[in-house]
């Protein structure tokens, strides 16, 4: 099936440094996601984005939180700075339309924040 | 604000037997349901998609809804060790685009 991908697997960092999470989605959808996962808690919306705006964003996405796709390349989560809280699996999802259309989601970004 | 809760926790079923997952959402304005599976270290895979009320049936898989009783389930046949993993209902209101996701359900299937 569509396939989502994202890179790094793994960041380890310490708090206050800067961190970009990438994300290559499915290459004919038009809407992009980032969801956070605290271990042993649930999925957690933090944003979407569509024609290189952001839609919505819920309350988890803090103000040293940033998205970007320039030019069709890779969707990007950006953290600066970032805090211990932040420490978590980022997942990167993607879907043709909105509505009905599945959201497909990547293998996720293990961040730990020292 | 949309909640999603899911039971049970964790489920232990025999291979071949019945699993049956369940899931209550809060808003009455939800629209669109989806199971999601995902296996340890790995992103949620979409299973199946539920937007009518009564039952949806792909394979081994059978997704109920019922809207007026915020309520909906799956059930797994023929349950197989391969579909252990963390199950998770998702539901979309109509008018944005996240996911509000429950906290799962681990699914053990035990030869």
């Known amino acids: 099936g569509p396939k989502v991908l994202q890179i790094p697997s793994h960041q380890i960092i310490d708090m206050g440094q800067m961190v970009t999470l990438n994300c290559d989605p499915v290459?004919?959808?038009?809407?992009f996601y980032w969801y956070k996962q605290i271990l042993g808690q649930q999925m957690e919306f933090l944003v979407n984005?569509?024609?290189?705006?952001?839609?919505?964003k819920s309350k988890l996405f803090k103000d040293q939180f940033s998205v970007e796709r320039p030019d069709g390349s890779y969707f990007t989560l950006k953290i600066q700075p970032t805090a211990l809280e932040d420490s978590a699996v980022y997942f990167c999802a993607s879907s043709p339309q909105l509505n009905q259309d599945t959201q497909y989601f990547g293998p996720g970004t293990r961040l730990l924040v020292l | 604000q949309q909640k999603v809760q899911q039971s049970p926790e964790s489920l232990i079923v025999p291979e071949g037997g019945m699993a049956s997952l369940n899931c209550t959402f809060s808003?009455?304005?939800?629209?669109y349901f989806w199971w999601y599976r995902q296996h340890s270290g790995e992103g949620p895979k979409a299973l199946m998609?539920?937007?009518?009320?009564g039952d949806k049936k792909e394979g081994r898989f059978t997704a109920h809804l019922n809207k007026a009783s915020l309520h909906v389930s799956l059930h797994i046949k023929d349950s197989q060790p391969s579909d252990s993993a963390l199950y998770f209902c998702a539901v979309r209101g109509g008018s944005n685009a996240k996911l509000t996701f429950g906290k799962g359900t681990k699914l053990s299937v035990k030869s």
């Open positions: 984005f569509y024609n290189g705006k952001v839609m919505e």
């Open positions: 808003d009455r304005n939800s629209q």
């Open positions: 998609s539920i937007f009518s009320n």
């Open positions: 290459s004919n959808h038009l809407y």
